[in-house]
Every structure is written in structure tokens, then in C-alpha cells.
């Protein structure tokens, strides 16, 4: 088989494994062995079907209306899967690395919830605790209206810097822009203090609305100015489910790591090119110190 026919092969199969479900079939479920279709000799059972529900992660009132059209996706499925054997795909190097992947992906998820099993919910208190304790975040949290001029970082000249510093309001900047021949867009936006970083919400809190400021964020850079600031408070009744559900996740994080650490001691790990090693470290390291936006 040659190259462009193996592309077409394997792009037909994201598509018909992807495929939207979008037909209905009514009728009792079937038992769990039960054998629902049969293709090229090989069996697809009730079991199968009941995990691609599952997978797919549809409301249990949805997932007899849409039976039926699983079904036909499993059938095709099996067709290509077949029709992949027999031309020996399943023996090219890519793709036996791949199923490997997947398979060492799946199995160590698998341990993972197997160890780290339910996490309790957090108590009460606990919430109620974490809303205090941040009132930025709710009690006291403020929302920023603000207008920007949104350009490449790169664009971001001393020039501009230069500009910026002497304009006196976006506008002024955005006709500076204009004659620079520089490319930007303009926007609209709304921020509150549980979006930013806190050093972010800290220091917006000083600028005065209407003073143009520089925000550096990745690829993007803004001129930015506030045109309001209201109070946005988010009282604990409506706060606790958002909060439960981080205090859960931060949970579930800290177990996994815990458990990674320990298996880190136990485990014999030797790093066999030093180059990889000392990369591996620098990007522990950068992951420890997450990036925000840079306001200047």
C-alpha cells in the first residue's frame, strides 16, 4: 500500500470512528452476551455496545434513541479493523507504537483511580474556610470592564512602548498603530478578580480608569484601558459548588503526586542522555512556577 493510500485509510477511520450520532432504534435492551451483529464471522455483543454508550457519555434517557446508530459505528469498526489486518497495517511500526501507547495510557489511568479511589467531599466548614479566606475571589470580588488593542507580542516594539507612554487615551494609540502600519485588533472585555492572577488583580486595582497600560500574555499582547470597575460579589450559597469541586480536584492532584513520588523512591529510574535529563529537570522546574499574564 502506498503512502497516500495509507493516509486516505487512516484519516476514513478518524472519521467513521468520530462519527456524529444522529439516528434512533427503540426496543427492549438486549442481555449483556448477546450477540447484536455479526461481521466477517466476528461477533459484536451487547457489551461492547453498552461501553461505547458509556464512553460516550450520553444521558441515560438518550442512549436508547441512539442504540441503533452505535451499532452501525461499531459495525464499521469492525470492517476497517478487518480490512486493516489483512493488508497488515496492524504490523506497521506507527501504529504498534501507538497501540502501545494507548495501552500503557490506559492501564496506568487505571491504577491511578484504582489507588487513589473516591475522594471525599470536602466538609462544610472546609468550603466555607477556603470563601474567607479568598475574598478577592468572591466576598470582595471586583469586575474590570475594560477596552483593548490586541496585537502580536512581536509587534510590541520600544517604539510602541515609547508611544504608549506618551498617548492619552487607546485611541491616541490605536492612530499611533495605524501610521506605524502595525496590525491589531480592537476588543472588548470583562475580568474579575477570581479570573486574574492575584498579582494581575492587585495591581489593576491601582490604575486609574482610563489610563492606558501595557498586558503581556504569551503571544498576544494588549493596550489596554479600564473603562469600569463595579463591585461583583459572589456570595457563599452560590460560590460552594465551584468551590467543593476545586477543593476536590485539588485533592485527587495531591494523592496522584503523592503516589507518584513514592513510586519515584521505590522505582530505579536512570536517565541514559544527560541532554534529556538536564531538559527534564528545567521543565519540572518551569511547571513548579506556572505563567501569567505580565502587566507592564
Not at 206 to 233: C, H, Q, W, Y
Request: glycine content about 6%.
Amino acid at each position: 500500500m502506498d503512502t497516500q493510500t495509507l493516509a486516505t485509510a487512516r484519516a476514513l477511520s478518524v472519521v467513521l470512528l468520530g462519527a456524529a450520532l444522529a439516528a434512533c432504534s427503540g426496543g427492549e435492551p438486549p442481555h449483556q452476551g448477546q450477540a447484536l451483529a455479526r461481521v466477517n464471522g466476528e461477533d459484536i455483543t451487547a457489551t461492547q455496545l453498552k461501553q461505547e454508550l458509556l464512553r460516550a457519555g450520553l444521558a441515560p434517557g438518550r442512549q436508547d434513541a441512539l442504540r441503533g446508530q452505535l451499532l452501525e459505528t461499531l459495525i464499521d469498526r469492525q470492517l476497517l479493523h478487518n480490512e486493516a489486518v489483512r493488508e497488515k497495517l496492524d504490523r506497521d511500526p506507527e501504529v504498534v507504537q501507538a497501540l502501545e501507547r494507548a495501552r500503557a495510557l490506559i492501564v496506568a489511568q487505571a491504577y491511578m483511580q484504582k489507588k487513589i479511589g473516591a475522594i471525599d467531599k470536602p466538609s462544610a466548614a472546609e468550603v466555607s474556610q477556603y470563601y474567607l479566606s479568598h475574598p478577592d475571589f468572591f466576598s470582595n470580588r471586583k469586575q474590570f470592564d475594560l477596552r483593548q488593542l490586541v496585537l502580536d507580542t512581536p509587534d510590541l516594539s520600544g517604539q510602541a512602548r515609547q508611544a504608549a507612554a506618551h498617548a492619552g487615551t487607546l485611541d491616541d494609540m490605536a492612530a499611533w498603530l495605524d501610521a506605524a502600519k502595525v496590525k491589531y485588533v480592537r476588543a472588548q472585555a470583562t475580568r474579575t478578580t477570581s479570573d486574574l492572577a492575584p498579582a494581575l488583580s492587585a495591581r489593576l486595582k491601582t490604575i486609574a480608569p482610563g489610563k492606558l497600560f501595557v498586558v503581556r500574555e504569551g503571544p498576544r499582547s494588549m493596550f489596554v484601558t479600564i473603562v469600569e470597575v463595579k463591585d461583583n460579589p459572589a456570595p457563599l450559597e452560590l460560590a460552594a459548588p465551584q468551590i467543593e469541586q476545586f477543593l476536590m480536584a485539588q485533592r485527587s492532584k495531591q494523592a496522584a503526586g503523592a503516589e507518584l513520588a513514592r513510586l519515584r523512591a521505590l522505582g530505579r529510574i536512570e536517565y541514559l542522555n544527560q541532554g534529556t535529563a538536564q531538559a527534564t529537570a528545567s521543565g519540572h522546574a518551569d511547571a513548579a512556577t506556572p505563567g501569567v499574564a505580565r502587566l507592564n
